[in-house]
Nanobody
Framework: QVQVVESGGDLVQAGGSLRLSCAVSGVIFEISTIDWYRQAPGKQRDWVANITHSGTTNYLDSVKGRFTISRDNAKNLVYLEMNSLKPEDTAVYYC?????????WGRGTQVTVSS
C-alpha cells in the first residue's frame, strides 16, 4: 500500500522560512516523481513544484527563487524548502506521488504566513 505523509507546516511571519517534508512508502521511491500542491481556503488546488527520479525540478512561477524542492532517496523523503514566505503562500500543502497510473495524496500540512 502507498502512503504519503506531509509534515512541517506551521505558522510563520512574512519573510520567514519553513521546510516541509513528504515521507513516501509503498513505492520504488528512487524511480518516482513527487509533486507538491497547495490549496488556500475556498480556492482550487494548485501545483507548486515537482522533482523527478533523476533530480530535475520544476516550479510555479510565483515561488521560483524562493522555494526549493529536493529529495533524499536513502530516506524516502522529499522536502520543500520555503524561504521569503508571503501571506499569499498560506495554504494547505499536499504531497503527491504517481504510482502505476494512480495519484496518491497525503492529507496535507497547514502553512500559515502572517503579515
Amino acid at each position: 500500500q502507498v502512503q504519503v505523509v506531509e509534515s512541517g507546516g506551521d505558522l510563520v511571519q512574512a519573510g520567514g522560512s519553513l521546510r516541509l517534508s513528504c515521507a513516501v512508502s509503498g513505492v520504488i521511491f528512487e524511480i518516482s516523481t513527487i509533486d507538491w500542491y497547495r490549496q488556500a481556503p475556498g480556492k482550487q488546488r494548485d501545483w507548486v513544484a515537482n522533482i523527478t527520479h533523476s533530480g530535475t525540478t520544476n516550479y510555479l512561477d510565483s515561488v521560483k527563487g524562493r522555494f526549493t524542492i529536493s529529495r533524499d532517496n536513502a530516506k524516502n523523503l522529499v522536502y520543500l524548502e520555503m524561504n521569503s514566505l508571503k501571506p499569499e503562500d498560506t495554504a494547505v500543502y499536499y504531497c503527491k506521488v504517481i504510482w502505476y497510473g494512480a495519484d496518491y495524496w497525503g492529507r496535507g500540512t497547514q502553512v500559515t504566513v502572517s503579515s
